[in-house]
């Protein structure tokens, strides 16, 4: 009996002498030191980590049913957090090489790996058999219920910089365009009356002529001195501009362009009224440079037939009443048997235009007037000239 009980073996001892090994070892195979102190520094390192991480404690919802299924839920710990911690001992280099300012020799021992993400997922993933894109996704879920519980001041703030920058922006772009409405009310208030402003003819000069207090012999023969004492180049014409003067309570004195009508009046010609009321209240006065500086009347055309008829009233006292602003002649000229006539205007062609001409006695033209169209009345000195106005006429298009 002793035999046989010397010889048997307990349950116990069975278990005990075959236990179960590793899937992916042989009995026979034991870890070396370096592979037993390289799993502890392992386990060391993921036990600070997880230490020092504080994650979220999952509580069972008060009357919600079990999970049936056990398998299907995943747990996303990197390590089982009731193992004990082990302490890690401190590391002093030794007294003698610290005194003599050498570093102590490192360890390779006491060194741990470094864990990123990508290792906490493939030991999630090792644990739980689960995949990478289920552990990913879990990862991503907790971090948007992070970000959910932030407060959005930083989002508002975003928000009320970009409102503050809209509104300067608007309030500065305001404040530029009622600016630039100011400076240009300003200068078109020192500017003359721009609605009888002439615009009839492009001039190389223009210069304002105050009519105002005048008698008008005066105004002819200062008109004729600035005709003579003209220096523009060959083929340029300067603008006199006719104009009535003023001064309000601030010193400020307001230049007004003078109507065609208050021009006739101011030179003191005896043109029939109805002339003022067929022509318009703009016109152009300047003078020409060609041969001799020669005068030049443009005035736009109310109504053609009055005008025509006015201008044929008015033929036997125009040059009497333009000189000498326009070259004088008498009123009488020398006719084919030598017995003095009358000076009368002629009818003529310029340019292929129809021309009423006033002729010396050597059959020079010295005043004519001409409507190269029904909208417009030309009275000039040179025939030049009248090649110069109806070019320019039709360089602005209103020929």
């Known amino acids: 009996m002793r035999t046989m009980g010397n010889d048997a073996t307990t349950p116990n001892d069975a278990g ?8 992916g070892t042989s009995p026979a195979s034991k870890p070396t030191p370096e592979e037993a102190r390289g799993d502890t520094s392992l386990q060391t390192d993921i036990t600070k980590i997880l230490g020092e991480v504080k994650l979220p404690e999952r509580r069972a919802v008060p009357g919600a049913p079990p999970n049936p299924d056990p398998q299907n839920q995943y747990a996303t710990t990197l390590a089982d957090p009731t193992a004990p911690v082990p302490k ?17 020799p490192v360890n390779p021992d006491r060194l741990g790996s470094l864990h990123t993400l ?37 989002r508002a703030s975003k928000h009320s910089l970009f409102t503050l920058f809209v509104v300067i922006l608007l309030v500065g772009t305001g404040a530029l365009a009622l600016g630039a409405v100011y400076i240009i009310t300003n200068q078109r208030a020192v500017q003359s009356n721009a609605g009888l402003q002439s615009n009839i003819l492009f001039a190389e000069q223009k210069v304002q002529f105050p009519i105002d207090n005048e008698a008008p012999g005066d105004i002819r023969r200062t008109l004729a001195s600035a005709r003579n004492s003209g220096s523009l180049t060959l083929g340029a014409i300067l603008q006199i501009e006719p ?65 025509f008829a006015a201008m044929l009233e008015w033929e036997p006292f125009m040059n009497a009443d333009l000189d000498p602003l326009f070259t004088g002649l008498s009123a009488q000229a020398v ?5 003095p006539i009358a000076r009368e205007f002629e009818d003529t062609v310029m340019r292929n235009y129809d021309v009423r001409a006033l002729k010396d006695d050597a059959g020079t033209i010295q005043l004519y007037y001409s409507f190269p169209t029904r909208n417009i009345l030309i009275i000039a000195e040179s025939p030049f000239s009248f090649t110069e106005v109806l070019s320019r006429l039709r360089a602005d298009r209103r020929l």
Request: charged letters at 25%; zero cysteines; hydrophobic letters at 35%.
């Open 335 to 339: 006719g084919p048997d030598g017995v």
């Open 243 to 307: 104009v009535h003067t003023s001064t309000d309570a601030s010193g400020a004195v307001t230049a007004t362009p003078t109507t065609f009508g208050e021009f006739l009046t101011a030179l003191g010609t005896r043109a029939p009224a109805e002339l003022a009321r067929a022509l318009g209240d703009d016109f152009f006065f300047g003078i020409h440079t060609v041969d001799e500086n020669a005068p030049v009347l443009i005035i736009p055309v109310r109504s053609y037939e009055r005008a």
């Open 88 to 104: 890690a001992e401190p590391v002093s280099p030794p007294e003698d090489e610290a005194a003599q300012g050498r570093a102590a």
């Open 16 to 23: 005990a002498s075959k236990a179960p090994t590793p899937p």
């Open 118 to 154: 990508k290792d906490d997922l493939q030991h999630v993933v090792q644990e739980n058999k689960i995949s990478y894109v289920r552990a990913v996704a879990l990862e991503e879920e907790k971090r948007h219920r992070i970000e959910e519980r932030t407060p959005p001041k930083i």
